[in-house]
């Protein structure tokens, strides 16, 4: 399987240089100037790109087989939301095979949202063999670093009326953003394995630096946090705000979700607060 999957890689490359050297003995003119019959080509005809929310800019490469003068050439675009910042053209410096087109993501999606881009270089400079358009899947992530520390008290499993207490829970924050998360809140206050969870996604959050409060992350469903694969999930929708709630005094946060067993409905009284002591930013 390794020796096949290198035999078409093979392939693909001997192909990929023999477009970008179809024009080396034509000779063109000038500084930089609209391009005509270059070879100009994209890697593949689908690309998967990826930028983080701390520097949200990917850069397309194109490359092209004549190198011996500044060329520019442009580029339509697609995209599959609005407000992408998408250049009309990309610009060879001379003696380079190689330019990059750079395509703003930030304030277009959210972290860890993609969206897909179908981009064109003008025909007249593709030459046979080549790849004149592509689609690009861009998706923004997240860096994740220490964002302090909190006590993580989960009143919906405790058998005692003030909650099951955890110290020291781990907070990391989004770089480059608001976000942040609360690391296996639950595990860490009941454990890993039979007695506790054996899965924990946690909680994710951003945080308003203008008053302290936070909004909760979650999925279209309503989905904020999930416990062992499904069995447990702590459900926020706005529609049922006398059962969802969030307040906070100062670095102390509580709330009361809807919570859905598996198998079993929903049910109202999933609750938990946390206290965020280390990094808390509204200090």
Known sequence: MVMKNMKSLNILLVSFLACLCMACNQD???????ADSINASFTFSELELSASA???VINVPVYRGVTNEAVSVNVT???SIQGLSIP???TFEAGNNTAYLPINLNGAIEPGKSVSIELALDESTVGPGCIG???V???LILEWENGGTCTFIDYTFAEDENGQVAKNVKIEHGKGTNMYRIVQPWIAAYGYGPDGFTTDTGVQFTYNPADTSITWKASSSGTVADLDKGAYTFVWLAKYA????LVNKGNDYYTSMLGLVSGSG????FAFEFIWEEGWPGK
């Open 28 to 34: 063109n003119k000038g500084a930089i100037y609209q």
């Open 54 to 56: 701390s520097s949200p």
């Open 77 to 79: 675009s697609k995209a």
């Open 88 to 90: 009309s053209s990309v």
């Open 133 to 135: 358009e592509t689609t």
């Open 137 to 139: 899947t861009a998706s």
């Open 242 to 245: 006398s059962y969802c709630t």
């Open 266 to 269: 929903y049910y109202t009284g």
